[in-house]
């Protein structure tokens, strides 16, 4: 029964729409002969199925700002569009406030009909008024500023329906006010109501369903990018980049829904919530949400933290002034100043996409790249959105993207914020295993390198407890030379701990002492300097072995007390290199400062013995140091020969500084500048190439009273 009542109800709408069509049809066709009335009135049947308001109706402007038919507008004069207008091409003048048509229809039927006024072009408002007497009485209202419901006929296609009494003529007066903007480019035509209802039937068919639809596959998509995106944030200990990007997401599902929904997010008591001005709210909160993923994914709080601040507020100032505009659009439908300000935020957003794709490119390697093309996604939709608005080519775009000219930004968006975020989680993704990757190899050395601590402290261990037994047998057998054995051994041990401070900082030693090993410590802040002799090689080629030996002594020997009176560790020789460390075994903040002082003093020594030798003729030397600071890992390795020794990025770094120093100079890294810039005077220079590690920032140290 029930299938049968709905096979009912579908037949009968179907023969409801072919009965008046036939009826729209035939009407037109009967009345094909008559001529188009050049007057202010039009007979009806209508002799054409779209017949403009250009071709019969009058206009006038007003200057004042005023929702309400002015005081007398019947008698006030009206000229004809046609001298007024171009056909079709309809500009108003920023004075104006107010645009009234006014127009009569005579209904030559015996009996009551219906014609629709159609607005093809768009239009911000339009409010229709009949005349009766000498009063105008409110017919209806529709455009784009008005919410859906609350338009006299709910629907995206925008119309008002005129009712005609049979063989009467009826004066209407049409009101395009300004709300904002003044905006309806096309003229309004009439139209049969069973063309009018046909058209409005086709547009819905063919597309705002279709684009429904594609908006709720969009929320489906973009609620899977909100959803992974909180799982990763909370899964990979609250990584910023995921939760900007789970709240990129989120702001783009509520930009689909408000956007796809019919009526869109609209409530009828506010006649002017649009649901274009809620898009443009959430796109603006989407938009900053994508700012602050790319700053977290760039690291640029870290590289350009006054950039970063700058920007931060400039996406508060942002949404403030979004939620003003929308504030005030809804209470008043006026936007002052915001006009502008749209503008010039909208070029400097463009700017600003621009500047990330163009940064992007110059680092566009492993997870980069996604992001690059994430970016240039975003910077192509800004850029085709911007020339739409600027260059005003609403009329030059497809069906689907003309009505409302701020939507366009919006559907621009739709598209290329899919494309843009599944560029972003590939990057995310590639990122997240990356550091995987490198966790496993990190945990793979650190075992590695504690097997082979294991390994070195067993045997220790071991030739330790062999030479307690023996000792302790020894003892027992030769109890007459047990004084003076015991005095022997305190004699050694003496010279083993001197021997052993002699080669090992006094910290590691004692824990060497104590545990029978030592451990591998981290140290954030350490200050390595490398130092080497120019020229040494060649001039050693001419020495013997003993003049080699005592001039080499001669300089490490004066190192070596510079480095004791400046309390720092002195790591290693090799050859005409000497290596040594501040910050380490116990850290302390200050250590850049105390190694470069300890390097001008290095300086000052070799230029001393530079002049001893130049008096007496003999060839001198100069001395190249370089000095970085970061975190190195410090230790004792092998198990012969016990060395301290120092590994890390810092290591190599320090090295390049010294290749890349200058003879007679202290050539220092960024980071160390930045340490020791208020304790002495440093001349930049510039970017320099060094070894495996590209263009990097260096500095000259200068003497507090002079130029070294």
Known sequence: ???????????????????????????????????????????????????SLYDFARVRYEFEKTEMPPTGLAKKTFQQVKFVFQKDSLYYDDSVQNVWFKFS??????????????????????????????????????????????????????????????????????????????????????????????????????????????????????????????????????????LYYALMGLFELLLTIAQ????????????NLRGVELSTLLLTVGMIMQ?????????????????????????FLKLLITILYT????????????????????????????????????????????IFLGALTIFIANLLSFNVRWFELYDQLPVWLKGDPRTVVVKFYSVALVIDMIFYFIGLAHRDRQVEKDKIMFQEQLIQQLEANKEFQEKFTAELEQQVKERTAEVVEEKAEVERQSFVIQKEKQKSDELLLNILPAEVAEELKEKGHTTAKAFENASILFSDIKGFTHVAEKLTAKELVKEIDTYFSAFDRIMLKFGLEKIKTIGDAYIAAGGLPEGNLANASTVVEAAIAMQIVMKQFGEERAALGDPYFELRIGIHTGPVVAGVVGIKKFQYDIWGDTVNMAARMEQSGVPGKINISQYTYDLIKHDFNCVHRGKVEAKNKGSVDMYFVEFRNGTL
């Not at 579908?10 to 009967?30: D, M, Q, R």
């Not at 911000?124 to 784009?144: N, P």
């Open 327 to 370: 504030i005030l659009w809804i209470v008043k439908n006026e936007i002052p100043i915001f006009g502008w300000i749209e503008t010039y935020d909208a070029m400097f957003t463009l700017l600003l996409t621009l500047a990330w794709v163009l940064y992007l490119a110059t680092i566009r390697k492993g997870f980069y790249r996604y």
């Open 1 to 51: 029964m029930n299938i049968f009542f709905k096979l009912s109800v579908n037949a009968n709408k179907h023969l409801l729409f072919i009965l008046l069509t036939i009826v729209g049809i035939l009407s037109c066709y009967e009345t094909r002969s008559q001529k188009s009335d050049t007057t202010t009135t039009i007979n009806f049947p209508l002799s054409h199925d779209n017949l």
């Open 260 to 271: 796809g929904e019919y009526p869109p997010l609209e409530l009828p008591s506010f006649e």
């Open 291 to 315: 700012g602050l993923f790319t700053i977290e994914i760039l690291s640029l709080k870290i590289k350009y933290p006054r950039i970063t601040k700058a920007l931060k507020w400039y996406f």
């Open 105 to 242: 229809i005579r209904n030559n039927y015996p009996s009551d009909t219906i014609v629709s006024l159609v607005f093809p072009g768009s239009a911000s408002k339009a409010v229709l008024y009949r005349k009766e007497g000498e009063k105008l009485i409110f017919i209806g209202k529709t455009g784009w500023v008005i919410a859906v419901l609350k338009r006299t006929i709910p629907m995206e296609w925008q119309r008002l329906d005129l009712a005609l009494k049979a063989h009467f003529q009826t004066d209407y007066y049409l009101q395009i006010p300004r709300t904002g903007f003044l905006y309806c480019p096309k003229m309004p035509v009439l139209q049969n109501f069973s063309i009018a209802e046909m058209n409005a039937y086709n547009y819905e068919k063919v597309f705002s369903r279709p684009m429904l639809l594609l908006s709720h596959f969009f929320t489906g998509i973009f609620f899977m990018f909100f959803l992974f995106g909180i799982i990763k944030y909370v899964v990979l200990g609250k990584d910023r980049a995921w």
